[in-house]
């Protein structure tokens, strides 16, 4: 036998190598090899979950929803004026604390009547889908503090990204694809520690695919230089009478023969995955719905459609990065250009998930790592602000046509039914049918979770 | 009383906390086979449990082991005809010896370090700033190791080198280098809050020296008690206080900023302060245009020669303080005062006394490194046994605490420890120990139904065949087709010292052909080929890597361009042979043996398909890289 561990992390015990060395010679080796990755077997969920599959359209840099989704009639009126009550003991920019009233207007709208901005025409017309978290908040006022906190649970050390967690609790559905796939992510303000496993085993890492267009996101080394299969296929022969020959000198190995089984489960890749991202086959009036057509929204429509297509077949966990909402000044401007960009993609996303009848198996977030102060920096802009603030959801049994929680009468702080991001990330968990406290791994001397020692799950969310 | 003996009044073990014994040799029933004294334990075992140990491996096999564990690559063809044509009797430990001598060695073995002392060139988490020359932090690891400085030294000089007396400049200097230990972990840097900052940082340096010398998690008392192992709440605070003694960081407001040593010499030290001067009035829009070009000429003059300045990122004293504890490890709260100390449960009783000047890293370094402490010998020697077996006499080699493994040999780990501290804390005389030992010399190939019972090799009755990690993967492909640049040390990229790094060039970067560890590191990324054959990742302490399969990395051998650069690089090399000897000569090239004649036929029949030969052996050299015989090491 080599040496090779198993998910702990620690040498396979001896019952899980005799029944591996039962397996038989050659023929299982593909199947030995979905053995030693757990994350290629679906694992049952622990308990009955409403969603299969998350997609997270991630806002980096803190988008103001205090103007998008968050209207307060006292901010307009009393504009201009100090802010009311205490200020932050801790806030990223120190500032005269005056109150500045959103440059839009918002409305109620469908049946639910949620108000939603005049900047986001698509997402108001979906809103009776959608269930808007209004009283959000979280630790740390900075990007990276804040964007770790989101993603893994903390803001102090390096923790496994809750793709990582989610996939480590179900498994993937498609041997052939990661089970954990970020499109386009942001190198900065926590980079890979946004989609790293940390301490969980390395194939609970989110697949990093850059690129701004459709063309450039591609997973590593997933493109063979000789262009010709056929080739390939012969180098991989050749290469298994090698293999085949050094292991059978050597008696049974799981290890060898899960190597095997490698190649053959890359060359697969290697064929599933540009077929997935290969967006042309899709009919143009779905290519509208994203906006994947023109621009401004053709770059990030790609992207949400692209982001279905892997979720469609079976990725777990799909992240999407639409950035760089940061707007301390120029908000007017910059907040009406990326809403511009990413509105009718949010939008067209879930309508389309919904048609084909995948909204109910697969949970829709979208957010930032915190929302902006109803305060004014400068005359244009707003600072961050954990303290209070909207995030929404849709499908995966997320009750619809919902606002849940409140912030204050400016819309500073959490005020009513507050949910920090490790009740968030509880109720998550419940909905792909995972208790939190359970989901747990041994490391440095205890076991860790998502949710660490907080979390509540926020049952009424659930439908 | 010793913390050894309140575990075990609490029913617990506690061995890890026990003084290090000598213990006597067992008997052994087969008194031929032991080399080595440490040959007798775990003799003495294998026949206990009514098993032989493995055959002797064959010297092919032995010189490639060899060149492996010692150096990160394989030997030459050369290098394998010359061991076997040596048939003295000491052609093994002559071996030995020459890998020893090899700066080769340092770069494996510092490389094993660097994963302890989760190594990066950059800061990662929220900020990605660009670590100031920490890269000389690298370069100090891998000569410690290539001069085989002893060991108890080698922890001083991370923990406390700036506090130890210097007879000149250049002592200073490499005792200075060392303090990049403490200052390369990842940090918060954009905190808005600099108390807090602090604290976390303090966190992070004692959880990594904790794991690092010590095998124990300190980081959990800084909330509560640790329930498992001996550190309280107070003693935690007592170590907290050496820490927040000592500066890290220049600048704790956003976004932060490092401290460094400035060791450049004097005289240059005015002249770069003389340059900065010429400068500073060149630049003044006053200044008129024919000075400025009389200026530019004296900068130049005086910058010609002028060495770089040198510049050590690493600790330096703060006034000192003692801390209170905090409650629930919140800064918020706080508790009773601890002056600063070393857990009394530590050092079974004795009070190690901080001064008043000084933060107290220096006592704290001299007690972690003192022989009577029984942790640090012990953790180390099994974190020499890990990396030349693969699998720990403490199968958790960054957790001695009651979480952790017990020993499979517990006398086995004491006897080594023992030797350690007798000679002196050398390492490179445990390679000697360990490598000229039966036990490693054996085959992988066990006798009887052995495997089937010992499927974990916990008897050490056969060698454990394991893959290379992912710098010996990629190192040995460019060495194998004539690429690898040997030169050592120094930085591959211009970095702004505390400005973000920029990541574009990285990909690139990993295409130059010097050894992997001369790589930058960057914690907020990564190389894709490093990562997905399981590299340290360096934002923890790491002794213990993992080894896994996956389909990512039968696509980097498939596909990535290293890969086909290399096999197109050694192609050529094959057609400079006559071609009757092609396929003979790639096979030993690459898997340093004979080819077979099976291997030879089939290659001919895989050639066949290509018209262009260069693409044909380009083609086979690619399978070669890609297979089990090139990856694993028996």
């Given at each position: 036998m080599s040496l090779c561990q198993n998910r702990e992390g620690l040498p396979m015990n001896r019952r899980e190598m005799l029944q591996r060395s039962g397996?038989?010679?050659?023929?299982l080796a593909l199947q030995a090899m979905m053995a030693r990755n757990a994350s290629a077997i679906p694992k049952a969920p622990p308990l009955l979950g409403s969603a299969k599959r998350v997609i997270f359209l991630f806002m980096h840099g803190g988008p103001s929803t205090v103007d998008l989704f968050d209207p307060k009639p006292l901010l307009a009126r009393d504009t201009?004026?100090?802010?009311p009550f205490q200020a932050p003991r801790i806030v990223s920019h120190q500032s005269k604390n005056l109150l500045l009233k959103s440059p839009w207007n918002c409305q109620k709208h469908g049946e639910s009547g949620s108000e939603v901005c005049e900047l986001l025409p698509h997402i108001a017309s979906i809103v009776d889908d959608l269930c808007f978290v209004r009283s959000m908040h979280c630790s740390n006022s900075r990007h990276g503090g804040a964007l770790l906190e989101l993603h893994?649970?903390?803001?102090t050390f390096t923790r496994p990204s809750m793709g990582s967690w989610i996939n480590y609790g179900l498994g993937t559905e498609?041997?052939?694809?990661?089970?954990f796939i970020t499109i386009n992510?942001?190198?900065?303000?926590g980079g890979a520690g946004a989609w790293s496993s940390a301490f969980l085993p390395a194939r609970y890492s989110g697949t990093r695919i850059g690129g701004k267009t459709a063309a450039e996101m591609k997973v590593p080394?997933?493109?063979?230089?000789?262009?010709?299969r056929a080739k390939q296929r012969r180098e991989i022969d050749f290469l298994n009478s090698f293999n085949r020959e050094y292991a059978s000198l050597r008696g049974y190995d799981s290890e060898l023969e899960s190597r095997i089984a490698s190649f053959e489960l890359a060359f697969k890749m290697q064929m599933e995955i540009p077929g997935v991202q290969d967006?042309?086959?899709?009919?143009e009036h779905i290519k509208k719905l994203y906006g994947a057509?023109?621009?401004?929204?053709k770059s990030f429509g790609e992207q949400c459609l692209t982001a279905r297509r892997f979720s469609e077949a079976g990725v777990r966990f799909v992240q999407v990065t639409h950035r760089y909402?940061?707007?301390?000044?120029n908000l007017k401007k910059d907040h009406e250009r990326l809403s511009a960009e990413m509105d009718k993609p949010v939008a067209g996303l879930i309508s389309d998930l919904k048609q084909r009848g995948l909204l109910d198996e697969t949970l829709v977030l979208w957010g930032g790592e915190f929302g902006r102060t109803?305060?004014?920096?400068?005359?244009?802009g707003r600072d961050h602000n954990p303290h209070g603030f909207t995030m929404f959801m849709a499908g995966g049994g997320i009750k619809p046509g919902t606002v849940y929680g409140t912030t204050d009468d400016y819309g500073y702080y959490a005020q009513e039914n507050p949910v920090h991001f490790h009740d968030l990330h509880a109720t998550i968990l419940h909905m792909m049918g995972i208790n939190h406290t359970d989901l747990t791994y041994p490391y440095a001397g205890r076991d860790f979770r998502l949710t660490d020692v907080e979390g509540k799950i926020i049952t009424d969310l659930l439908a | 009383m010793g913390f050894a003996s309140l575990l075990m009044e609490a029913g617990?073990?506690?061995?890890?906390?026990r003084e290090v014994s000598d213990p006597e040799l067992p008997e052994v029933?087969?008194?031929?086979?032991?080399?080595?004294?440490l040959d007798y334990f775990v003799q003495a075992r294998i026949e206990q449990e009514g098993f032989e140990p493995a055959k002797e491996a064959s010297k092919r096999l032995l010189v490639r082991r060899a060149y492996f564990d010692l150096h990160g690559l394989p030997p030459s063809a050369e290098q394998v005809e010359a061991f076997l044509s040596d048939?003295?009797?000491k052609a093994w430990e002559n071996l030995i010896e020459s890998l020893l001598a090899s700066p080769r060695y340092g770069e494996r073995w510092g490389r094993h370090w660097l994963d302890v002392a989760r190594y990066s060139d950059s800061n990662g988490m929220d900020e990605d700033i660009a670590h100031p020359s920490a890269w000389r932090y690298r370069d100090y690891v891998i000569e410690s190791f290539n001069n085989d400085k002893p060991f108890n030294q080698f922890i001083i000089e991370q923990l406390a080198g700036d506090l130890l007396p210097a007879e000149n400049l250049t002592q200073q200097r490499a005792q200075t280098l060392g303090l990049g230990f403490l200052s390369v972990g990842p940090k918060m840097?954009?905190?808005?809050?600099p108390d807090k900052m602090r604290r976390d940082i303090v966190d992070e340096q004692m959880d990594t020296m904790g794991r690092a010398f010590?095998?124990?998690?300190?980081?959990?008392?800084?909330?509560?008690?640790?329930k498992i192992d001996p550190i309280s709440i107070e003693d935690y605070y007592g170590l907290a206080g050496v820490f927040m003694s000592?500066?890290?960081?220049?600048?704790?407001?956003?976004?932060a900023e490092f401290h460094e040593h400035d060791l450049t010499e004097k005289k240059h030290r005015e002249m770069w302060a003389e340059v900065a001067r010429l400068e500073e009035s060149k630049n003044r829009?006053?200044?008129?245009e024919d000075e400025k070009g009389r200026l530019v000429g004296e900068i130049s003059r005086l910058k010609k020669d002028l060495p770089a300045p040198f510049k050590v990122m690493g600790v330096t004293e703060y006034p000192t303080q003692d801390v209170r504890v905090h409650l629930?490890?919140?800064?918020?709260t706080l508790g009773d005062l601890v002056p600063r100390g070393v857990p009394s449960a530590w050092t079974g009783g004795e009070k190690i006394e901080m001064p008043?000047?000084?933060?107290?890293r220096l006592e704290l370094a001299r007690w972690i490194s003192?022989?009577?402490?029984?942790?640090t010998p012990r953790v180390i020697v099994n974190r020499l046994w890990r990396w030349h077996f693969g699998r720990g006499i403490v199968a958790t080699p960054d957790n001695f605490g009651g979480l952790g493994e017990e020993p499979s040999h517990p006398k086995l780990l004491d006897h080594l420890a023992s030797l350690f501290i007798n000679s002196g804390w050398s390492v490179k005389s445990m390679h000697r120990v360990l490598m000229n030992s039966a036990t490693y010399r054996q085959?992988?190939?066990?006798?009887?139904?052995i495997v089937e019972k010992d499927p974990e090799n916990q008897l050490l009755a056969r060698w454990q065949r394991r893959r290379v990690e992912s710098e010996v993967i990629r190192d040995s492909i460019l060495f194998k087709s004539g690429r690898l640049n040997f030169e050592m040390g120094g930085s591959l990229v211009e970095v702004r010292p505390n400005k973000y790094i920029d990541r574009a060039p990285l990909q690139k970067q990993a295409q130059?052909?010097?050894?992997?560890?001369y790589l930058p590191v960057y914690r907020s990324t990564g190389y894709d080929d490093q990562k997905v054959f399981d590299?340290?990742?360096?934002t923890a302490p790491d002794g213990n890597r993992r080894c896994s399969t996956v389909a990512g990395q039968a696509l980097f051998l498939m596909n990535s361009e290293l890969i086909h650069e290399s096999s197109d690089h050694l192609a050529s090399l094959v057609l400079e042979h006559p071609e009757s000897e092609r396929g003979e000569w790639l096979i030993r090239r690459v898997l340093d043996r004979e080819a077979t004649q099976d291997e030879l036929l089939k290659g001919q029949e895989f050639l066949s398909?290509?018209?262009d030969r260069q693409e044909g052996w380009a083609a086979f050299a690619r399978v070669l890289f890609a297979s089990h015989e090139f990856m694993y090491v028996e």
């Open positions: 397996a038989g010679f050659g023929a201009g004026k100090p802010f893994t649970g903390s803001d498609n041997e052939n694809l990661p089970g992510p942001s190198g900065s303000h080394f997933i493109d063979n230089p000789l262009r010709d967006l042309s086959g899709e009919p057509d023109v621009d401004p929204t909402w940061d707007s301390h000044g109803p305060t004014a920096q400068g005359s244009d | 617990q073990d506690g061995w890890a906390y029933r087969q008194t031929e086979w032991a080399r080595e004294d048939q003295s009797d840097l954009a905190c808005d809050d010590l095998g124990m998690t300190i980081g959990c008392a800084r909330c509560h008690d640790h000592t500066k890290t960081l220049t600048k704790y407001s956003v976004v829009k006053e200044t008129p629930k490890g919140d800064y918020l008043a000047e000084q933060s107290g003192s022989a009577k402490n029984p942790l085959s992988a190939s066990a006798a009887g139904d130059i052909p010097r050894r992997t560890v590299a340290a990742d360096p398909e290509y018209p």
